[in-house]
C-alpha cells in the first residue's frame, strides 16, 4: 500500500496551504481537514494535479501552478456593467459583496461588485484567483486505489471527500 504511486483513478489525501506570489496564505487544508480527490478527473485546479502525478505517500513538495494552470488567466470580458435598478433586492452596493446572477440559459453566475456607480454598478465574473499565480504547499498522506463505487460516481468517498 504504502509505496502506491498517484495515477488515473487513485484516491488521493493530502494537506496543503496554498499562498499568493507575495506569501500572503490563500487557503490551508489544515483549517478543516485534509483533502480527498479522485485524480485524473479534473477535480482539483490542473497544474497541481499534474505535481502530484506519480508521488507517493510521504512526499512532501513546493510547487508553483501557474495562473493559467489554475483558476484561469483573469478575463476582462468577465466584467460587466449593470443599471442600479437590475441589481437584486438585498445586495450591498459595496465593492468585494458577492452576488449571484443568471445567464440567458438560467445558469447561475457568481460575480463579485467591483465598482459603484451612481446609476451603473460594475460586476466582475472572474474566479477570485483568476490571474494568481498559485504557490501550493503539498503533503502527501494516503494513496489507494478507488473503489468500484468511487469510480462508477467520479469522486472520492470518506472523510475529506463525498458522503
Ligand atoms: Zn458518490
Redesign the pocket.
Known amino acids: 500500500m504504502s509505496q502506491a504511486r498517484i495515477s488515473r483513478n487513485t484516491v488521493v489525501r493530502f494537506d496543503y496551504s496554498l499562498r499568493d506570489p507575495g506569501g500572503e496564505l490563500i487557503d490551508s487544508s489544515e483549517r478543516d481537514e485534509p483533502l480527498t480527490y479522485l485524480h485524473g478527473h479534473g477535480q482539483i485546479v490542473p497544474g497541481l494535479e499534474r505535481a502530484l502525478d506519480g508521488r507517493g505517500v510521504g512526499d512532501t513538495f513546493d510547487v508553483v501552478v501557474a495562473a493559467a494552470e489554475g483558476y484561469g488567466v483573469y478575463d476582462p470580458t468577465r466584467m460587466v456593467r449593470v443599471p442600479r435598478s437590475e441589481v437584486p433586492a438585498g445586495v450591498q452596493l459595496a465593492p468585494g459583496q458577492p452576488v449571484q446572477a443568471r445567464d440567458e440559459r438560467g445558469h447561475v453566475i457568481d460575480f463579485v461588485v467591483a465598482q459603484v456607480g451612481e446609476t451603473e454598478v460594475v460586476l466582475d465574473g472572474n474566479h477570485r484567483l483568476a490571474g494568481v499565480d498559485l504557490h501550493f504547499h503539498v503533503d502527501i498522506l494516503e494513496v489507494r486505489a478507488a473503489t468500484a463505487e468511487e469510480l462508477a460516481?467520479g469522486?472520492a468517498?470518506g472523510p475529506g471527500g463525498?458522503h
Do not use: N, W
Request: proline residues 0%; glycine residues 0%.
Open positions: 460516481h469522486h468517498h463525498h
